[in-house]
């Protein structure tokens, strides 16, 4: 069973940067896509940032291009979200999410982490 636990959310202020760590367990994630998306106050969960584990393509929603980084580390079987220049439209619930590469994170292969609470003040 696949389990995914998120950490380093927080608060921060406006132009700051957190880095948000995802822990994965539970299979070889070899043939799978990982990825981060979030949820602010009032409205739907967004994509945010997917990365491929095999070949590392990444792939971003337009408003964090540039600002963030999405990463693995095969050792520690981990997947991070680096976030620079931070605004307080960033303010959401980060989760992180898994799915085989051919099928979408929501299909009933994908698995989801607790979720993660980041904060930008202005």
Do not use: H
């Not at 998120?6 to 990982?34: H, P």
């Amino acid at each position: 069973q696949v389990q995914l636990v998120e950490s380093g959310g927080g608060l921060v202020q406006a132009g700051g940067s957190l880095r948000l760590s995802c822990a994965a367990s539970g299979r070889s994630f070899s043939t799978y896509r990982m990825g981060w998306f979030r949820q602010a106050p009032g409205k739907e969960r967004g994509f945010v940032a997917t990365i491929t584990w095999s070949s590392g393509m990444t792939y971003y929603t337009d408003s964090v291009k540039g600002r963030f980084t999405i990463s693995r580390d095969n050792a520690k079987n981990t997947v991070y979200l680096q976030m620079n220049n931070l605004k307080p439209e960033d303010t959401a619930v980060y989760y992180c999410a898994a799915a085989p590469i051919a099928l979408p994170f929501t299909s009933a292969q994908g698995s989801w982490g607790q979720g993660t609470q980041v904060t930008v003040s202005s």
